[in-house]
């Protein structure tokens, strides 16, 4: 197997799925919510530091832990992403009146930027092993091999044209092939959603 055949597997959806997503996955499962509002800042502080804490210490840095101002940070500062620069205080309402799925879908908002984060290294790691930082030539045959082979649809920005572009530095690559990992899970699930909504 050479080391694009390799890269393609490492990067398999249902590799990436089994190696990394699962257990952030379980990780959300196994909070326990005992309501789906919240009372007061207060506790949405308190519910979504708690959350963090207990998602980092099982998948992130195991059996680690942090303080509690720094998990209400890192949580808020994941909230503020998941709608490109909204606040915390923005899920705070959904939280104190229950609307939009309420803190259910607060902490799975968290959840999924953690996991995002996880696959996001995943897949930078694969490239770091994979693409011999040491030979040009070969870093750039790999990534043209990797884009051609690609199983997913990239972004329409990504020139396939000059592998270069991304050999000197695939950050770029990766985020893309992140993303079209995404998108490729959402219509999975919404496939999967329409098939048990006509049972």
Known sequence: MNAVEALLEALDFGTIARKVERAHDEARMTFRLHKNTVDSWAEFEDLIGDYYLHHFSRCVSKGASLPDREARSRAKEILG??????????????????????????????????????????????????????????????????????????????????????????????????NALGRAAGQIRGILGNKESHR
């Open 81 to 178: 992403r998941a709608f490109r620069g909204a606040s915390a205080r923005a899920f705070y309402v959904d939280a104190q009146e229950g609307t939009n799925g309420g803190a259910r879908v607060v902490l799975d908002k968290i959840a999924d930027g953690l996991k995002q984060e996880a696959v996001m290294n995943y897949v930078r790691d694969q490239f770091d092993h994979f693409v011999d930082p040491t030979d040009w030539d070969c870093r750039v045959e790999i990534i043209r091999e990797f884009m051609e082979q690609c199983p997913l649809p990239l972004a329409w920005h990504i020139d396939v044209d000059r592998p270069e572009r991304y050999a000197s530095n695939y950050e770029e690559l990766i985020y893309a092939y992140v």
